[in-house]
């Protein structure tokens, strides 16, 4: 069975870093994206990132492009986003999410697995 698990949130300070990461249990030979989104408390959920497994593409949202990076470790199946430059509007739950292919982007309908989310508190 797919699942789709990520790990590593916690609460830090404006200004650190955090790392959180996401483990494909499922993982399918050809390629197919990746990605990270979020959901505010009293907001909808938007897309943060994403990264496709063989290719490495990668794409950000503009309000993370520049702080926040993303890669992934093909021996562990496992993607990390790394959070620079914390805000107090990056908090958020983080969810990791699966597209069936060789996309990643803002349209939730494209991804097939999501995990249960991990919280990122950033508070001074």
């Known amino acids: 069975q797919v699942q789709v698990v990520e790990s590593g949130g916690g609460s830090v300070q404006p200004g650190d870093s955090l790392r959180i990461s996401c483990v494909d249990s499922?993982?399918?030979?050809?390629?197919?994206?990746m990605a990270w989104f979020r959901q505010a408390p009293g907001k909808d959920r938007e897309f943060v990132g994403g990264i496709t497994w063989i290719g490495g593409a990668s794409m950000f949202a503009a309000s993370v492009r520049g702080r926040f990076g993303i890669s992934r470790d093909n021996a562990s199946n496992t993607v990390y986003l790394q959070l620079n430059s914390a805000r107090t509007t990056d908090t958020a739950v983080y969810y990791c999410?699966?597209?069936?292919?060789?996309?990643?982007?803002?349209?939730?309908?494209?991804?097939?697995?999501w995990g249960q989310g991990t919280q990122v508190t950033v508070s001074s």
């Open positions: 999410a699966r597209a069936r292919r060789s996309f990643i982007g803002e349209d939730p309908n494209v991804y097939d697995y």
């Open positions: 499922g993982r399918r030979s050809s390629d197919y994206g």
